[in-house]
């Protein structure tokens, strides 16, 4: 049996002024592809579908394309929502996508669905918060993701005679390491939603999503998948891949390469080096450059876009350099203690302070002269 395991397509984003739609389209095509060369059986697409709440058309009608192409693999596709999906639009037509062998989690309804076969049981984890368990579990008091999650996992029973394997979109910790981000992400203040990857001993295979960058969590079985393409300068670097799971007498992974349309790409060097470069490469990728020269060069951006005409942004090294440290500094005194807290608690929460909750929090700023 074959197993793909997908996530973070972020169908819709874009980067910075760049449209991606064409680039989307493209790997998604190219995803098809290998899914049928590989012949896949069974496809795990773990959140984050969609990169907004509201999608557009556009984005709507290319992941219907993709179903659409999918269903006729002749495979299972099984979906959890991310926490950029909106649960209710991610969810329409679910019940007659399951007569396509499509499948669709987006609430958690006080147990996990489960997709069995002969001898492997897949468990859909949508994107768990503590209010989520609250709402279906009068008798669940915790605050943080981990005691969320933990009572999810509580309340399933694992055949095991039989491979179990979980999907999951959430940011997921070792004992005394974390995920590497990249900047088209962001934590939670004081890393709220972190859940301990030791919830998952008992399951063979955790295909998760939420991170961008490919990685595997404490051991080579927790896996993120990684985002589709490559959405921030920070994963330039990156390899896109789609980890293939086969399970005979044991349980294999192959990591296939995604080669995209264009690629994302920091070049460094001196202007003139550059500009020759690019003179010879006549690249379409998205580029972020950083020169050497001296600050003063008469207008680099413009100039250097006649040879790579999707370079986005430009920044001079000498000048990030010196302008590091002022920055730390800046961002720490413009945090804002009231801003911090409401978001806080809207996440524990999933609602907004009341208006007591509000004068009380007022109140306790004033004592501590915040």
Not at 286 to 296: F, G, K, P, R
């Amino acid at each position: 049996m074959k197993l793909a395991h997908l996530s973070d397509l972020h169908i819709g984003r874009r980067f910075g002024e760049f449209d991606l739609v064409e680039d989307q389209e493209y790997i998604l095509e190219e995803i098809i592809d290998i899914l049928k060369r590989k012949s896949v059986d069974v496809v795990m697409l773990a959140g984050d579908i969609y990169d907004k709440l509201n999608p557009s058309e556009q984005a709507f009608r290319m992941w219907n394309d993709f179903l659409v192409g999918l269903s006729k693999l002749d495979v299972d596709v099984l979906v959890i929502s991310g926490n950029h999906d909106s649960n209710e639009r991610l969810g329409v037509g679910s019940t007659l996508l399951e007569r396509s062998n499509i499948y669709i989690e987006t609430h958690y309804t006080g147990e996990l669905a489960k997709v069995s076969y002969d001898n492997v049981d897949i468990y859909m984890m949508p994107f768990i918060k503590p209010s989520y368990v609250r709402n279906v579990d009068e008798e669940f008091n915790g605050r943080t993701y981990h005691e969320a999650v933990a009572q999810v996992l509580d309340n399933v029973s694992l055949d095991r005679a039989k491979y179990n394997i979980l999907m999951a979109h959430q940011f997921v910790v070792g004992r005394e390491s974390s995920p590497i981000l990249s900047d088209s992400e962001s934590l939670s203040v004081g890393g709220v939603d972190a859940v301990g990857a030791d919830l998952f001993d008992g399951f063979d295979y955790v295909a998760l999503g939420h991170i961008h960058r490919p990685q595997s969590i404490m051991r080579d079985t927790v896996r993120y998948g990684g985002s589709i393409l490559k959405y921030s300068f920070s994963e330039a670097n990156h390899e896109k891949s789609i980890p293939i799971i086969t399970i005979d007498d044991k349980l294999d992974i192959e990591f296939v390469p995604l080669i995209p349309k264009r690629d994302v790409r920091v070049i460094k060097g001196m202007f003139d080096d550059l500009y020759q470069q690019g003179v010879k490469e006549k690249s379409d990728d998205i580029i972020h450059a950083v020169l050497e020269d001296d600050a003063s060069l008469y207008n680099p951006i413009t100039r250097l876009r006649a040879v790579y005409p999707n370079l986005l942004t430009l920044e001079f090294s000498r000048v990030k350099r010196e302008n590091e440290g002022l920055r730390r500094a800046e961002d720490i005194l413009d945090l804002d203690a009231r801003s911090l807290i409401n978001s806080f608690f809207e996440m524990q929460n999933d609602r907004n302070l009341n208006n007591d909750e509000k004068e009380y929090l007022e109140e306790l700023l004033e004592r501590l002269d915040l």
